[in-house]
């Protein structure tokens, strides 16, 4: 955006015209622009449309864009010796030094105690704001072909994300999914996703981008005012303003059909409602080959996201969200081939109260959810009943450069489980001995909490908070700390450090059967470049994990960069990431399950001036270890054969991992209120045959490959109105 600089001077002698020329040109010479971006102080949102003058001449100044950049050409004497003076309706004026806006790459400014009538309150972003690795706002989302127009599936593009499965279930730096804290509207959200297996693995998550309005990713040292996280935690929050008009969009795919409302009701309510149902016969009928094992899936699913402004300080919100799903798949195995069949409904209600104070904020946060699943399989019958409950409250304080926010918040699960298992682990056919087994899993953590920010300028922020659970019997007593430091230069540069110790109670998971208690103490340092035309991350991070028995080292090394060319009409980016991660139990040492020396993404996006998109998406890793089979003992009374796998300082690679896939979109604008968005998706364009598995044939003697997806294509279009 380009922006005019209005000068005035003064002819003082027509007969010295031509000293001033000279003069005139000299300054000229010895201008410098300076440019940074006036944020709020509390949201740190860009303030578009304020005002900025010089101290020494009033006449002389801009108006800053409605991305809250701004240039302005200054002396250097006045680089040296003059000042800014910047204000904006319904803040603090503020008058900051050149030198120091020179400096910096940012600008905040307070608003006022006094809220204009007309005002609504909007909710504050998180404490520890200015320590996100990746922030991702709703076109960001959207406009990502990897993301799949799914918030979880978007983090899959960060190099931070080891996840290794084509799944919604994010592993982050190389640490179990089951460490990943996901939370909406500052509430956690166990099981965020659709699809899921009995080990929790799921393919896409339970969250609508139509209510996203920023998403704030942490792969390492989450913050402390969110609790029960021990590894990476991702922060999604809900749209806290009206919509400027209402809304209205028609979906139709080969697996989908829905709609979606967005729309104001009165002047103080905004409403958001979806709803979507997935039928599988198109997508296999299109697929035959690629989903040859898969039987079946459905999926029906509603939500609804409402937002009501009870006066002009306090702000009340609502969401609630229900999923019936299902699916059948043929299962192979050793000693069982037949059909996996799972069922599913969940529901789960989410409200946040938020108050604005003269000097603070006071938030009050609360969820409720429940699930009912079944999986059946052979010899295996599986009935689980899953409720969470959550509660929270906490107060934010803010001075002139330091905030403080405390609070305490009560976490509790329940997970009933009654069914049939195997008797034996080799044994999964429906005429091999089962036994039924019932139990009941309970998590109840109550944690207090205190976070402190200090701004010691626009270019140096520091951050320190402590985190206590109040231990109920059989708890471990615990404390987590973290150090979080930002410092800014060069205005395009940032290096973020942080450290700290962290805990968290998990329910039974893909890794072990009982409720897990982690310990993480984890570093890491980050680095970002960011212009106009290019953006350039890079990270190195280490980590201690201890849970059970087993204690795991992970050290990591990240790089990323994103190319905006040709008027950003085509946009490149590729990152790579290492993980270097080992166990240890039992005085056993071994490759942890994300040992991974070369994880590799990279896209290339064309926007085309007609409203086409193209896109290749690429994804190439190294293959996980795996425990092969190297013997077998038969069990004559069962008529099958038990296998012995090697040991796990022995361990063998699967091999490497290469998809691209194809990504097209087109935008037919029909009229200002009217317009339809086709799109296709060739999922795994080369065919690349990857390993998921291996399944053996009876006796162990041979085995085939359990791939994961093999070409697929997935096309439809959404009406917007």
């Not at 080990?199 to 309005?213: L, Q, R, Y």
Request: proline content about 3%.
């Amino acid at each position: 955006m380009k922006h005019f600089v209005h000068s005035r001077s003064g002819i003082l002698l027509f007969c010295l015209l031509s000293i001033l020329v000279g003069l005139d040109h000299v300054q000229a010479q010895q201008t410098r622009s300076i440019q940074s971006v006036v944020i709020d102080h509390l949201t740190r949102e860009p303030l578009p449309g304020a005002n900025i003058i010089l101290q020494s001449d009033i006449f002389t100044g801009t108006t800053i864009g409605t991305d809250g950049k701004f240039t302005i050409q200054v002396s250097e004497k006045q680089l040296q010796y003059d000042s800014l003076i910047i204000s904006f309706l319904g803040y603090h004026d503020r008058t900051i030094a050149l030198k120091k806006v020179a400096a910096s790459h940012r600008i905040s400014l307070k608003p006022k105690a006094e809220q204009l009538e007309e005002a609504v309150v909007v909710a504050r972003r998180i404490i520890a704001e200015e320590f996100t690795i990746k922030e991702m706002k709703q076109m960001d989302i959207y406009l990502n072909p990897i993301a799949k127009a799914d918030p979880l599936l978007a983090v899959n593009a960060m190099p931070a994300s080891t996840t290794t499965d084509e799944s919604a279930t994010i592993s982050l730096r190389g640490s179990s999914p089951a460490e990943t804290g996901i939370f909406f509207n500052g509430v956690p959200i166990y099981d965020a996703v659709r699809f899921s297996q009995l080990n929790g693995i799921g393919t896409f998550s339970i969250f609508n981008t139509a209510i996203v309005e920023r998403m704030h990713v942490f792969p390492s040292n989450p913050p402390l005012e969110y609790g029960n996280t021990s590894s990476g935690l991702i922060s999604i929050q809900s749209k806290n303003t009206l919509t400027k008009q209402n809304q209205h969009s028609i979906s139709l795919s080969l697996a989908n059909i829905g709609g979606q409302v967005v729309r104001n009701i009165g002047e103080k309510t905004g409403l958001t409602v979806f709803a979507n149902y997935q039928p599988s016969a198109g997508l296999i009928g299109v697929n035959e080959q690629a989903f040859e094992n898969l039987k079946s899936f459905y999926s029906a699913d509603m939500g609804m996201h409402a937002m009501h402004q009870l006066n002009t300080k306090t702000q009340l919100k609502l969401f609630n969200y229900a999923n019936l799903e299902g699916y059948e798949y043929k299962f192979r195995h050793a000693s069982f081939n037949g059909v996996f069949d799972q069922n599913k409904k969940r529901n789960f209600t989410v409200i946040n109260l938020n108050r604005k104070l003269a000097s603070g904020e006071l938030d009050i946060n609360t969820s409720a959810s429940f699930s009912l699943e079944k999986y059946d399989y052979g010899n295996t019958l599986v009935d689980m009943d899953k409720r969470d409950l959550y509660a929270g409250i906490s107060y934010l304080h803010f001075f002139d450069q330091f905030s403080i926010k405390t609070g305490i918040s009560n976490d509790s699960r329940l997970q009933k489980l009654d069914g049939t298992f195997p008797v034996f682990g080799y044994a999964l056919g429906n005429e091999h001995p089962a036994f039924d087994y019932t139990e009941e899993k309970t998590i109840d953590v109550t944690e207090a909490f205190t976070y402190g920010k200090y701004e010691f300028n626009e270019n140096w922020i520091s951050g320190m908070g402590i985190r206590k659970n109040l231990p109920y019997s059989n708890q471990e007593n615990y404390w987590s700390g973290q150090w979080n430091v930002n410092y800014s230069f060069l205005k395009h540069h940032a290096v973020n450090a942080s450290v700290g110790r962290y805990h968290r109670y998990a329910m039974p998971n893909a890794e072990t059967e009982k409720v897990t208690f982690y310990r993480s103490d984890q570093i890491s340092l980050d680095y970002s470049l960011e212009t106009d035309i290019l953006e350039l991350t890079a990270a190195v991070f280490a980590k201690n994990v201890k849970f059970d028995q087993t204690k795991e080292h992970v050290n990591g090394a990240e790089l990323f960069t994103k190319l905006f060319l040709f008027g950003n009409r085509l946009t490149f980016q590729g990152s790579y990431t290492l993980i270097d991660a080992t166990r240890k139990n039992n005085g056993t040492s071994y490759a942890g399950p994300y040992d991974l020396e070369y994880f590799v993404r990279s896209s290339l996006k064309y926007q085309h001036h007609s409203n086409l998109d193209i896109s290749l998406i690429m994804l190439y890793r190294q293959g996980q270890w795996y425990r092969s089979v190297v013997n077998r003992h038969y069990d004559a009374s069962l008529d099958v054969y038990e296998p012995v796998y090697a040991d796990r300082n022995n361990m063998t690679r699967y091999p490497e991992y290469l998809k691209l896939d194809l990504s097209l979109s087109k935008l037919w604008p029909i009229s200002s209120g009217l317009n339809i968005i086709g799109f296709m998706n060739i999922s795994n364009l080369l065919d690349t045959e990857n390993v998921r598995d291996l399944t053996y044939n009876h006796d162990y003697t041979n085995y085939t490959y359990d791939l994961f997806s093999k070409r697929t294509v997935y096309f439809g279009g959404i009406v917007n109105f």
